[in-house]
Structure formats: C-alpha cells, structure tokens
C-alpha cells in the first residue's frame, strides 16, 4: 500500500482595501474575496498627510490588493477627477508597492446617498470595493 501526498492547501482568496477618492475627502473600505463583501472602514482626509495615513492602514490591514474608484462622465469620458483618482492609483502602487485595481465608479456615491446612513466616502469606497468582488467572481465567458 503506498502512501497519499497531499499537496498544501493554497488560499484562493485575496484582501483588499478600496478607495474613494476625492479632492477634499478619501474613503477606506476592507473586503475579501472569500466573503465576497466589503465593510466601510473611515474617511481620511486628502492633503499633505493622506498617504502616510493610507500607508499606515495599509500596515495594519495587510491587503493583497488595493483597489481605487475611477470616476468618469455617464457616456465614459474621462475629466479632471478621472486624472486625479489615476494619479492617486499609481502613487499608491509606487507608495505600498501592491497591485492596484482600477474601477469604473460612475455612480458610487449616488448609491452611497440613498443606502446608507453615516460615513458617505467609506461608504461609497465599500460600493466600489463590493462591484470589484462580484466582478472577480463571475466566471469568464467560454470561447466558442
């Protein structure tokens, strides 16, 4: 009789903190693709100290990913704010030296106004965090 070799278990599930960036305010929310759900978490504000206060919770949360809301109009052209949440993604990846995943957040904050009652920018990157899993888990079209 011979023996069985299991090979080790990999973990298939990834974490992720989300961001909904703005000129004056910067939502945080953390989720995992296990769950399949993000939780907002606080809003920094943006300036001088953003991305050390973003450094810090990247510390703390240990992510495998971050993932940064890219707004643009409702036909999908790019404006001003689209540039700034690009230019924030890539500072990000160059600052924690993590993947970034960008996402299209047209209507994020819209959503966040009439679902929830408190942070709106944690609430809004939770939005954007939550859209990223259930894209991630849809399984990917068979070639034909």
Not at 64 to 87: E, I, M, Q, W, Y
Not at 124 to 136: G, K, M, N, T, Y
Request: glycine share 8%.
């Amino acid at each position: 009789m011979s023996a069985v070799v299991l090979a080790p278990a990999v973990s298939s599930h990834s974490s992720y903190l989300a961001f909904d960036f703005g000129t004056r305010r910067i939502g945080v929310a953390s989720g995992n693709s296990l769950i399949g759900h993000a939780t907002a978490l606080r809003t920094v504000e943006a300036g001088a100290g953003a991305l050390d206060a973003i450094g810090k919770l990247v510390a703390e949360w240990r992510p495998d990913a971050l993932v940064v809301g890219v707004p643009c109009h409702p036909d999908g052209v790019a404006h001003a704010n689209t540039r700034r949440a690009r230019r924030f993604a890539s500072e990000l990846r160059s600052r924690c030296g993590l993947p970034v995943h960008e996402v299209d957040e047209r209507y994020s904050t819209t959503e966040a106004r009439t679902t929830s009652r408190g942070d709106l920018d944690a609430a809004s990157a939770a939005i954007i965090l939550d859209q990223f899993l259930r894209e991630r888990s849809m399984p990917e079209p068979l070639a034909p």
